[in-house]
């Protein structure tokens, strides 16, 4: 049948064809397309056809296509049926077969089971009703039938463990809409889906450009410019740059430990994400280990020349009871501050104890890796010697290395914590503490932690300047009406604060969270080890090696050359040695002599030789050269090439003893018997505290002497055989 020339299409024909209501209503007006009135509808309007022949070609063809369609579909509906039930089948098959055989068999009979609980509930009307507050709810006939689901077949719950718990009514429904189509499979695991196809929405990017980004971004932080980089290579290179938002995707992926490390510096990643180990100060004595640090106080006080300034303090802590040992406070930080508040600490509290190497025994400063805490004064050099001691006989120690230091003097090992990890030393902590009672106590002079200073702080600022200008050098009424205090005021405040704290409960996570009083720790704990004054006073000067000259050691400072003689040198001339000195004083020095078979080793303080000129010279200069050129006659007159230890009879081991003897250290503590007293104290903590030798440890009686067989040495006849030296009891 020709459609073209009989066919009469109506108004929803061409809306299906998808012409719209306005190029009807234009068509048909202007009499192209051809129409037909057919009755009127409900509402009293005409109901027209339009003539399949007066359409455009492409819009008949299409109707056609349509039309063809349809007519197919309608002819495959008889077989249909047979069809869906042969599907099923196989579906049901394909699930089933994925299960071992008797599995298969339980999952089979549950399904069925199920299949009737579907049917019941099929038959229930209505399956739902409104509740009190107006919602639709389902019935109780159909919340039993879930209870009914739960399945109690051990083989199907192994393979599924859900059906053993109650279903919702909403799984039930659907089980029972989908069960018309696809029969018991619908109570099957389905198999796993086909993978996906790839999605679109991601950026495809050619392996060269992928090579480029990994290339690329671990130098640039900022996607931006990480991506314009990527365009101008893709420009170049002819390949697809993604988008600016995929960039920013991947950027906000990068985990943080990652982009700290990567983008910042490693001060980022320390101090924020970086792991540190927790501590137990449990097995350790008190100030066994002390942590120090320095800090700039968080106040601006008056200087003794009236400036502002803020003040440094430097810390050392005992990390056993938490107490502050010795604290030192200055304008400027440097090893000078740190070895006076170990001084400090030494006084007050009495010095660490002791290291017993041979007990595996040590004491430790816990500092971080500042300069201050890793220069020359505090850890030490080597100072080299040469022939540092001769012993007659033929025995010679030919060099001696000697490391001198605060530490190394003291026996004391030093560690060093993490950069940047401040959770590591618990002096941060006393730190923030500090800072918290300077701003509760003195709002007039704290200034903050950064560049925001208060507004008060500004203001008090500004008058502290116009008093400056206006009182001039009057510097006591300009402390007097400044509105900061003065270093002195801040100075006894701190202390007050320092006795608070060390008297004042804290909790301490690494003793197992118990309360410490730091004081009364120390008292419990605490054996007492004494430093006299001087020994500490000595270690804390500079220290270096030199050369005995004509007149005495030289040194350089500042481009002038400076002499400091002692007459005990002469007898070293040629000889390194080690020199102690300090930058505030150069009127002196002193000087470690080495020991000789005659002198044990001992301390000279050398003066400053003043210059004398040539025209004008200076007599006392001119007396102490005549002196030491006195001095240096007697000593060449006077020298005897034996020593009277050979008169005596003493053996070259003997003498080498009594030499070692004057290096070894006596006993390090003296353990005093309970009588009320502060602990032990200490007669020897460094080689600086060693006791004046009055005498020979070996005594020599008059009867030995005169019982002595005599050898005569000065013979003209060599001796043969073995030389002896024979005692009478």
């Not at 924020?272 to 640090?293: F, H, N, T």
């Not at 040992?325 to 002791?354: E, M």
């Not at 890796?369 to 890793?374: E, V």
């Not at 505090?378 to 010697?385: E, I, S």
């Amino acid at each position: 049948m020709d459609f073209t020339f009989s066919m009469w299409l109506k108004t929803k024909n061409l809306k299906d064809l998808g012409v719209s209501d306005a190029t009807y209503y234009r068509k048909t007006q202007s009499g192209e397309w051809k129409t037909r009135t057919v009755g009127k509808g409900r509402n009293g309007k005409p109901i027209r056809e339009i003539l399949l022949e007066s359409l455009p070609s492409a819009l008949q063809l299409e109707w056609i296509r349509r039309e063809n369609a349809l007519r197919s579909d309608s002819d495959a509906i008889e077989g249909s049926l047979t069809t869906d039930c042969i599907d099923s089948e196989r579906r049901l098959t394909e699930a089933l077969m994925r299960y071992e055989p008797k599995v298969r068999e339980a999952l089979l009979n549950d399904a069925v089971r199920l299949q009737s609980i579907v049917e019941k509930y099929d038959q229930i009307n209505p399956k739902r009703v409104r509740n009190a507050n107006g919602k639709h709810e389902f019935v109780s006939a159909v919340k039993q039938l879930c209870r009914d689901a739960v399945c109690s077949d051990a083989i199907v719950l192994s393979v599924e463990p859900k059906r053993g718990k109650i279903i919702s009514a909403h799984t039930l429904d659907g089980w029972w809409r989908n069960s018309k189509s696809e029969g018991l499979c619908v109570f099957l695991r389905k198999p796993s889906s086909p993978p996906k196809p790839c999605d679109n929405r991601a950026a495809q990017i050619p392996a060269s450009a992928a090579e480029f980004i990994e290339k690329t971004w671990r130098k640039v932080p900022s996607p931006k410019h990480l991506w314009k980089a990527a365009q101008k290579k893709a420009d170049r290179e002819g390949w697809e740059c993604p988008s600016s938002t995929w960039f920013y995707r991947k950027y906000d992926n990068i985990p943080k430990v990652i982009s700290a490390q990567t983008f910042g510096t490693s001060k980022d990643y320390q101090s924020k994400y970086a792991p540190y180990v927790p501590r137990d100060y449990s097995d350790i004595d008190v100030l066994q280990v002390l942590v120090g640090d320095h800090s700039v106080r968080d106040v601006s006080v008056v200087m003794p020349d009236g400036s502002l300034a803020r003040a440094w303090l430097t810390l050392w802590v005992c990390m056993r009871s938490y107490m502050i040992w010795g604290w030192h406070l200055d304008v400027v930080p440097s090893s000078r501050t740190i070895g006076l508040a170990y001084a400090n600490g030494c006084k007050t509290f009495g010095a660490q104890p002791l290291s017993r190497p041979e007990a595996g025994y040590f004491s430790y400063v816990y500092t971080d890796w500042g300069k201050d805490y890793r220069c020359y004064d505090l850890t030490g050099k080597t100072l080299t010697f040469k022939n540092a001691a001769k012993i007659e006989g033929g025995m010679e120690i030919i060099t001696t290395n000697r490391k001198v230091g605060l530490l190394q003097e003291l026996e004391i090992k030093h560690l060093l914590a993490r950069p940047y990890n401040a959770k590591e030393k618990p002096v941060e902590r006393i730190h923030r503490d500090i800072s918290a009672w300077e701003q509760n106590n003195f709002p007039a002079e704290y200034c903050g932690r950064d560049a925001n200073k208060p507004d008060r702080w500004r203001e008090n600022w500004h008058r502290h300047q116009k008093l400056q200008k206006k009182l001039g050098k009057n510097i006591p009424l300009l402390m007097q009406e400044s509105p900061f205090m003065d270093f002195g005021s801040y100075r006894e405040n701190l202390e007050g604060f320092i006795a608070e704290h060390n008297s004042t409960g804290h909790q301490r996570s690494v003793l197992g969270g118990r309360t410490v009083i730091p004081i009364e720790e120390y008292n419990a704990m605490y054996s007492k080890v004494h430093i006299t004054e001087e020994a500490m006073a000595f270690l804390l000067l500079k220290s270096a090696k030199k050369k005995i000259g004509k007149n005495g050691v030289m040194m350089t400072i500042e481009g002038y050359q400076l002499q400091f003689l002692h007459s005990e040198m002469s007898a070293h001339k040629g000889e390194d040695v080690e020199i102690r000195f300090t930058d505030n004083d150069f009127s002196h020095i002193w000087a470690i002599l080495p020991a000789t078979d005659r002198n044990p080793s001992r301390i000279v303080k050398a003066d400053l030789v003043n210059r004398s000129g040539l025209l004008n010279p200076n007599k006392q200069t001119l007396g102490v050269i005549a002196k030491l050129a006195n001095h240096e006659r007697k000593l060449q007159r006077d020298f005897s090439l034996l020593n009277y230890s050979i008169i005596r009879g003493e053996t070259t081991e003997d003498r080498a003893a009594q030499t070692q003897e004057i290096e070894q250290e006596q006993p390090q503590e003296i353990q005093l018997l309970a009588t009320g007293t502060d602990g032990g104290n200490v007669h020897r903590m460094t080689r600086f505290d060693a006791p004046k030798i009055i005498g020979s440890s070996q005594q020599v009686s008059t009867a030995q002497v005169e019982s002595a067989k005599i050898i005569d040495i000065f013979r003209s006849k060599p001796v043969t055989g073995k030389i002896k030296e024979e005692w009478e009891d």
